[in-house]
Structures are given as structure tokens and as C-alpha cells.
């Protein structure tokens, strides 16, 4: 089989339990061609979430995870620990923080919801995930002990 003809069968799943399935357990003629069409998975609507690490495809409410076919799973979007990116939140233009969300939404709804600031002044922007993740945490480990702001708020 082609791998061509292995991205065309892939495809042709209709949602996510028919792909995890063909994934589980694909006909042995895929062989090579299989691992080459990873990357060119179907998705089945919904947003790319912010962080694609382990996510191989979704739908509105799900994603398909895992690290190789014998551990892929469908999880929750919501539940899920996959697909979050790394957000810094702000609270009037001054850096509080980092944390994974699912969105900038659900990153200042979680960091208003832990620290009990009003949302309305919070704004938060995803980081670029390879570069940056050092960054964040060196910053957060430098964070003001009273305010958690980097540079210092107080």
C-alpha cells in the first residue's frame, strides 16, 4: 500500500472512534507508509488546540491522544491535560504569571478564579511553546513572593 493510499484510508474515518480504530490496528500492508502519514491525520471540526504535542486529531468536544498507537485514547477536551498551551496572564499590562489552559478565555478564568482578581482586567497570550518554555519558568521561579508579578507590582 502507497502511502498515498494509506493517507486516503485514513481520511476516509468519519469521526474519532473510526480513526482510532484504523490507528490501533492498521492492515499489515501499511507498514512503513503508516508512520510516514502521522502527520496527515483528518480532524473533524472544532479549533487546533493551542498545543499540539500528542494530539493527533480532534472534534469540537474531544481529541485523540497519546505518545504511539498502543496508547492512544479519545479524552475530553475539557478533562484533557493534551493540547493546552502556555499562557501569560497580565493584569493591567503587568505580567502575573504562566499557566496551561485551553484558551486565553480559560486561562483567565482559572487564574481570576485562584487568585480572586477581577477578570475584566485580566488579558492573557499564548507563548510560543518551544522557545519560550524556559523562559515562563525561569520567570515564574524570579516572580515578586507578594504580588507574583515579574517585574515586581507592588
Known sequence: MTTETTIEALRSATNLEALLAL???PPAEWSLA???TMTELPTFGGAEPPNTDGVWSWDEQRLLVGTCRDDMRIEDRAESE???GLYEVSLDGVRRG???ARSAEHAIQI????SQLDSERLTARLMIESSMRQVAHEQIEKSCPDCGGFPCAC
Do not use: I, T, V
Open 98 to 100: 504562566c499557566l496551561r
Open 34 to 36: 503508516y508512520e510516514r
Open 82 to 84: 493534551f493540547g493546552r
Open 23 to 25: 490507528m490501533r490496528n
Open 111 to 114: 487564574y481570576a478564579s485562584e
